[in-house]
């Protein structure tokens, strides 16, 4: 990763990480914004900080696959406490999207993609990162039943595909279908955690390789959760909205570039030339 010297660029960046974070109730500490200025200036290395970050987090090992009268989620830390765990998962993954910010995972933006994504923001915590989910699961609403999550998600990426990852669309019509993909992935939440962080990133770098600079890290989490209800019970108003209000149109030029940063070579010439 190259040094940043720039104090607002540094700024901005930490910022963004702490919107992401946000969203899931985990804002950065003081410390750990310390530690990503560090990783920035090039003081230490985000590797270097994961493998503090796991050293100071290990418990004793578990051979259990459930925490006994818990329900706290078994993890590679072993960590059955809920506010350590909270603890644990905001500062790795913290790190974690700081470093995908600055080195992006390549890919065909399908559901493998996704599922690398989500690999690589929690590989630290969970050993089934990029995994889909064998359970249901629900937070106000009940999200895709787990023996459909492959057959719903190849209609989805499938469709996306088809759509021709909607780069030939108006600005204004790439924000709806934009918003809409969104809406299905989270009615999908293939993993068993840590899908709004996943999904967020994704629909992210999607929007940039359209040419279409999508911030939704400085969206509340109370207004994030009520768009996305609202896009499950099929009303898409609120979430068209947030998209709308947080977004902004990029040069030809750094379309191209992000197109490069983002895609596997052989898509990446098919959405160029």
């Known amino acids: 990763m190259k040094i940043i010297t720039n104090e607002t660029e540094i700024q901005n960046k930490i910022k963004k990480v702490d919107g992401a974070m946000s969203q899931e109730g985990m804002p950065l500490t003081k410390e750990l914004r310390s530690i990503l200025y560090n990783c920035y200036i090039g003081k230490t290395t985000f590797d270097i900080e994961r493998q503090k970050m796991i050293d100071k987090y290990i418990y004793e090992k578990t051979i259990n696959y459930c925490y006994k009268d818990s329900d706290v989620l078994i993890n590679k830390l072993n960590i059955t406490d809920e506010r350590n765990l909270y603890e644990a998962e905001r500062d790795l993954v913290a790190l974690r999207v700081a470093w995908l910010n600055e080195e992006p995972i390549k890919g065909y933006f399908d559901f493998k993609h996704l599922k ?124 068209f909205e947030i998209f709308k209000k947080n977004s902004a149109l990029l040069t030809e030029e750094e379309r191209i570039y992000f197109i490069k940063l983002y895609c596997i070579k052989d898509l990446c010439d098919t959405l160029i030339y």
């Open 116 to 239: 690398f994504i989500h690999k690589f923001l929690f590989q630290d915590i969970y050993g089934w990162a990029g995994v889909i989910r064998n359970c249901n699961i629900a937070k106000q609403d009940l999200f895709c039943l787990y023996e459909y999550i492959e057959s719903f998600a190849n209609d989805i990426f499938s469709r996306l595909k088809k759509e021709k990852y909607f780069i030939k669309y108006s600005y204004e019509v790439k924000l709806e279908k934009l918003a809409l993909l969104f809406a299905n992935i989270n009615a999908l939440h293939p993993f068993r955690e840590g899908n709004g962080r996943s999904q967020r990133e994704f629909i992210k770098e999607l929007a940039k390789i359209n040419g279409i600079d999508l911030n939704l890290t400085t969206v509340s989490e109370n207004d994030m959760i009520v768009a996305s209800h609202d896009s499950i019970n099929g009303h898409y108003e609120k979430l």
